[in-house]
């Protein structure tokens, strides 16, 4: 039985849908940010407003674990001290959630990186022998009913191409996908920044001769009419965010392919299309964190899984003046450059919770309404999945006590999966079980 099933409440009201606020263009939609003066996700009668912004979710992987005596939390006198792996969290420290402990059961059968990964956000069963099937992932339930309330379900993003390969009779589809719409289909990676922000913002997956904004620069004349002194610096920054990323993502397109991938030629010797994948890893990675900030500041979706890279991955670090090892060989030392690269994934994180900590939501701000969560398939590059890495930033709407660490290794039931059923609990979902667990987190 699907347990999601008894959910239909949680379905899109289409008539509620369609008086959402909307900045609109010709073949353009943008959602609006939350603003004091304008009922943004009002009522389904459209009679008042909704007192508070809705929870997001977000779901960063960082592929090969961490450095093995780097990454930990704890508190000392009140306050939450970060090893140097989290280092760059510490501004948010009071935010923070660490937890301990939990693992996969089903991930320990194979002891390698597919077998790891797979199921991360699933719990599930993994085939091997090159047939894929695996789980329908946490992001993914929530996409089919959460997800149905935007215009977007949910967004799932990538910086570095799947590997089809086998690996160890496991399929490499495993390491390369986090995220699955079903158990035997993964949910596909946009790697293109451009077509990321189209799906957010344009009616059709199609590149225009004009911008996003431009499109809608009228109808925006019209919304600052109506909308209050306060709120309307509030839109002033918002479109000039979008402003920013459209004028990013088309220079990113002039600069190189996916990076690991080394040309001949030190400069191409034609026209680069205009959408096209940044050379330079911290742009893609910093574009794809700019646009998941854009999809829950206009609630465009409320969902995004980010997949910084694979397991067994093999981006490489120049601008970190790592370039001599890939990501994969480098995880099996705990150096100094592994502790830089951990260091530039874990900013990632920061760089969103900084963002979203500026988007102010009424009493709260978006980072307070959200969920943004760090993991990997494995503690360090040794395989070690008897316990996974797991930091939390963001309050959940106010549901989650923050500037805690929790332990779970000497728990019996310390399943991944009751996280999973914690924070879907959040959003406002309760399915009876998930994966292996049948019971939430409560401390969560």
């Known amino acids: 039985m699907n347990p999601m099933a008894s959910y239909d409440a949680l379905r899109r009201d289409s008539a ?39 929870v997001r979710l977000a779901i960063l992987f960082a592929g090969n674990g961490f450095h093995g005596s780097e990454w930990w939390a704890k508190e000392d006198q009140g306050k939450l001290q970060l090893g140097r792996v989290l280092a760059p969290l510490q501004d948010f420290s009071d935010s923070v959630l660490f937890i301990k402990g939990l693992y996969n059961a089903e991930a320990l059968k194979g002891n390698i990186h597919s077998s790891q990964t797979g199921n991360l956000l699933s719990g599930a069963p993994l085939t091997a022998g090159g047939e894929i099937r695996s789980g329908t992932s946490v992001d993914q339930m929530l996409a089919q009913t959460v997800g149905r309330q935007t215009k977007v379900p949910s967004l799932v993003l990538g910086c570095e191409k799947s590997n089809p390969s086998v690996h160890k009779n496991y399929s490499m589809i495993y390491s390369s996908h986090i995220s699955w719409s079903s158990p035997t289909t993964p949910t596909p990676l946009e790697l293109y920044p451009s077509l990321a922000f189209d799906r957010l913002f344009k009616d059709e997956n199609h590149r225009g001769d004009q911008s996003v904004l431009d499109s809608v620069l009228e109808h925006a004349g019209d919304i600052r009419q109506q909308i209050s002194s306060s709120d309307r610096r509030k839109f002033d ?38 959408d096209g994948i940044p050379q330079d890893i911290s742009e893609h990675m910093r574009l794809m964190c700019d646009i998941l900030v854009l999809g829950f500041q206009t609630d465009t979706t409320r969902i995004t899984t980010l997949k910084l890279n694979n397991d067994h991955s093999s981006l490489r670090f120049p601008h970190l003046g790592v370039d001599y090892m890939i990501h994969h060989l480098l995880s099996h030392s705990d150096t100094e450059d592994w502790l830089k690269v951990n260091q530039f994934f874990t900013q990632q994180m920061a760089y969103i919770a900084r963002r979203l900590s500026q988007i102010q939501e009424g009493e709260r701000t978006a ?38 660490v929790l332990d779970y290794k000497e728990n019996s ?32």
């Open 16 to 54: 509620s849908f369609s008086r959402r606020s909307w900045l609109r263009g010709v073949g353009v939609t943008m959602a609006l940010p939350w603003m004091e003066s304008l009922s943004v996700w009002g009522s389904q009668d459209g009679s008042a407003k909704t007192p508070e912004a809705p």
């Open 237 to 274: 920054e918002y479109l000039d965010s979008v402003r920013d990323v459209e004028q990013r993502i088309a220079n990113a397109g002039k600069r190189g392919e996916l990076q690991g991938w080394k040309p001949t030629l030190d400069k191409p010797d034609m026209d680069r299309p205009a």
């Open 367 to 404: 980072l307070d309404n959200s969920m943004i969560m760090l993991c990997s398939s494995m503690m360090t590059g040794g395989h070690d999945a008897t316990q996974l890495p797991v930091v939390m930033v963001g309050k959940g709407g106010g549901k989650i006590h923050t500037g805690r």
């Open 413 to 444: 039931q310390r399943q991944m999966c009751r996280l999973y059923l914690s924070m879907m609990q959040k959003m406002g979902v309760e399915p009876s079980s998930f994966g292996d667990a049948t019971s939430a987190l409560p401390e969560v």
